[in-house]
Nanobody, 130 residues
């Protein structure tokens, strides 16, 4: 069982930056988890933002087209934490951001869909004003 707690959300001006953090705890090794970030705007479905995994000691990441080039996902296994660095923020980025985790498995791949994650944080609000 894994518990996830997000932090770092807030109100920023368009063009600004935020870094979200998600700390993991529980009865599993953090290094065995595949991790992701999703977001949900009012009246919208929760959508994939970024994901990261590991393969032979190397982390691989992928992003939604809407955030590619602006957001960076990273993980620090020593701190049991996954981050989402968000630069050049736009009003369209306004949403509740959730981190998610699941067991890596033998095939180290990015997981893009909500049902592929068994553990979720409570969410943190990001609001971008113009």
């Amino acid at each position: 069982q894994v518990q996830l707690v997000e932090s770092g959300g807030g109100l920023v001006q368009a063009g600004g930056s935020l870094r979200l953090s998600c700390a993991a705890s529980g009865s599993t090794f953090f290094s065995t988890l595949v991790l992701g970030w999703f977001r949900q705007a009012p009246g919208q479905e929760r959508e994939f933002v970024a994901g990261i995994t590991r393969s032979d000691g190397t982390s691989f990441a992928d992003y939604a087209d809407s955030v590619k080039g602006r957001f960076t996902i990273s993980r620090d296994n020593a701190k049991n934490t996954v981050y989402l660095q968000m630069n050049s923020l736009k009003p369209e980025d306004t949403a509740v951001y959730f981190c998610a985790a699941d067991q890596q498995g033998l095939v180290h791949r990015i997981r893009y869909r909500r049902y592929e994650y068994g553990y979720w944080g409570q969410g943190t609000q990001v609001t971008v004003s113009s």
